[in-house]
């Protein structure tokens, strides 16, 4: 009974961190119609940013959080203006936008580090604590901090997406680019706010797990790899099918981890992925995505 607790815990921490990286990736994966690989950058350079601010230049954590976001955010957004956008004014190709991708996140994680090195950091500075008992389970203070604000976040973009111009926006030109422009959504634009918002989501994410465990130069890839697994398993677009996408990942992953080996959880992951691409390819929403010609 206790052991169920506790996995059951570990599942409900596990989903609410899936749940934020593969909102924030699918956000922009919607709109922009390319798989933005160096997404997994930006959470880490949030967790490093968070690392640069409190640690080494000794910031409040209540200064040092929001600074970490909001650098974090516009590396993401930099990403699009400096990057993306020029190459779709070129007719790039989502495959080509991909690699392009794939070449920013490498450059972003040997900048990392050039700059902190590939030894394993933390910010935390208290000492380790067991944590809160809880009907026989153990959660800790970040865990239950992470659980409220990936919920509150998750819920209110969620809100925001459904009933917010901007949100209204994003989904007008992720179904139609060259129809928004027409009706005059400056699609552009829209893709920036798509960008920032998504990459607000993962920096939130990655700096939560920072708290929680560690951080490394590489941290970002497992994590969002795990997001666009939950994402496609899910089905994009829907956002109810990315909630059962991310809790049957968490569960899956987290069953593994106890019942056979934590070195089981990447394997189970993409176990699951081939699965539904094979006997769901459409994931748990069943839904094709909408295109309208002009």
Not at 193 to 215: E, N, P, Q, R
Request: net charge positive.
């Amino acid at each position: 009974m206790y052991i169920a607790l506790q996995i059951l815990t570990q599942i409900v921490w596990l989903s609410s961190l899936l749940f934020v990286i593969a909102f924030g990736f699918s956000i922009i994966y919607h709109s922009a119609r390319f798989f933005h690989i160096a997404h997994a950058a930006t959470l880490t350079c949030a967790a490093y940013f968070t690392f640069f601010f409190s640690i080494q230049l000794q910031c409040p954590v209540w200064l040092a959080i929001p600074l970490a976001i909001l650098c974090a955010t516009g590396v993401g957004m930099l990403s699009e203006l400096a990057l993306y956008k020029s190459l779709r004014r070129r007719n790039a190709t989502p495959m080509a936008l991909m690699i392009a991708s794939l070449g920013l996140y490498i450059v972003l994680q040997n900048t990392i580090s050039m700059l902190w090195g590939d030894d394993t950091k933390s910010v935390r500075t208290s000492e380790i604590k067991v944590g809160h008992h809880f009907f026989g389970a153990y959660i800790t203070d970040i865990q239950i901090i992470t659980i409220a604000v990936c919920v509150t976040l998750f819920t209110a973009c969620v809100i925001l997406m459904k009933y917010s111009r901007i949100g209204r926006n994003i989904r007008a030109v992720a179904s139609n680019p060259e129809l928004s422009n027409v009706v005059g959504i400056h699609s552009d634009r829209v893709l920036l706010w798509a960008f920032a918002l998504g990459s607000t989501l993962v920096a939130v994410a990655g700096i939560l797990i920072a708290f929680d465990t560690h951080m490394h130069p590489t941290m970002g890839f497992n994590w969002l790899l795990y997001g666009v697994v939950a994402m496609i398993i899910g089905g994009i677009g829907s956002n109810w099918g990315l909630v059962g996408g991310v809790l049957l990942l968490a569960t899956a992953q987290q069953l593994a981890a106890y019942y056979i080996g934590s070195q089981w959880m990447d394997a189970v992951a993409y176990i699951i992925l081939i699965l539904f691409l094979i006997a769901r390819p459409l994931g748990f929403s069943g839904k094709r995505l909408k295109k309208i010609e002009i």
